[in-house]
């Protein structure tokens, strides 16, 4: 425990995470709710991407939520991960730690351990901040305030939770890997926003990249809350993913795969390895 508390402590203490949890929050406001009531309001929306009210609303607000943790959220949380573990590396605090503590594997679960905790301040964060919102756009248009069942916000929550897990631990792989930052920030943004997005592009056409993609992340993240969002392939706006997708359930073990697998790989290379 006292391991957990000093990285608690370091998570609190650090400035950039409260500036990632604020960019987190203000992204999910202007892109789930600012962008979608201008359309709204101004009967300006594309094809394809037409904004209802109730989306808006509170009984709307943990289906429009979700959909953005699969995306520019969980792409906030590869930042924090590879922060956090990436600058052990790069302030050389990684050695004279390791001297003080019990062992690598338990200042490793540590600060796992840490950032889990930190990642259900984000996910309540974010839900707190759109169900606020929500309830401003419903006493804005005069229109009835009415909650998701206490069921259904949990598992908003619990899903948007889980694929912030997920890309927080593929930063803190590459930051392990990359003994740093700078190339691991590199690395995981490009492979989250490009490579997955043009694999997944160029898949309509080509068999072999459909079923590559199928086990990206994105794919199964998207998957994972599609039953919250009803969110299908000619569904528009800026968190809009057009497939393919797999069974929620499918992507529920996949997930939870993956954040053993880079959990794993993490914890090898830092025992095996020498951290200077």
């Known amino acids: 425990m006292g391991s957990l508390s000093a990285e608690l402590l370091l998570l609190r203490r650090r400035a950039a995470n409260w500036i990632l949890l604020a960019i987190a929050v203000l992204l999910t406001l202007f892109f789930a709710y600012v962008l979608p009531y201008y359309a709204y309001v101004s009967d300006s929306g594309a094809p394809g991407f037409r904004t209802e009210l109730s989306a ?6 943990v289906a429009t939520l979700a959909s953005g943790f699969p995306f520019y959220i969980g792409i906030l949380g590869l930042i924090l991960g590879v922060l956090v573990f990436g600058s052990e590396y790069g302030w050389a605090t990684l050695k004279t730690t390791l001297m003080q503590r019990p062992g690598r594997i338990r200042w490793l679960l540590a600060k796992l351990g840490a950032l889990a905790i930190a990642l259900v301040v984000a996910t309540v964060a974010v ?3 759109g169900a606020l919102f929500s309830v401003g756009v419903a006493l804005w248009e005069g229109a009835a305030i009415s909650w998701p069942s206490a069921g259904e916000i949990l598992r908003g929550m619990g899903a948007g939770w889980l694929i912030l897990a997920l890309w927080t631990l593929l930063g803190v792989l590459l ?3 990359s003994r740093g930052t700078a190339l691991a920030l ?4 490009m492979y989250g926003l490009v490579v997955e997005g043009l694999v997944s592009g160029f898949g ?3 068999a072999l990249l459909h079923d590559l993609s199928l086990a990206f992340l994105r794919t199964n993240a998207y998957s994972l809350v599609a039953p919250l969002t009803g969110q299908s392939s000619d569904a528009g706006g800026p968190g809009a993913f ?3 997708f797999v069974d929620p359930w499918q992507a529920l073990v996949v997930i939870a795969g993956y ?3 880079f959990g794993g790989i993490s914890a090898l290379l830092l025992y095996r390895r020498d951290v200077t």
């Open 56 to 61: 808006l609303l509170p009984e709307g607000f």
């Open 204 to 206: 309509n056409s080509i």
């Open 175 to 177: 930051a392990v890997l």
């Open 127 to 129: 839900y707190a901040a």
């Open 242 to 244: 057009s497939g393919p």
């Open 186 to 189: 590199g690395l995981g943004i």
């Open 259 to 261: 954040i053993v697998l």
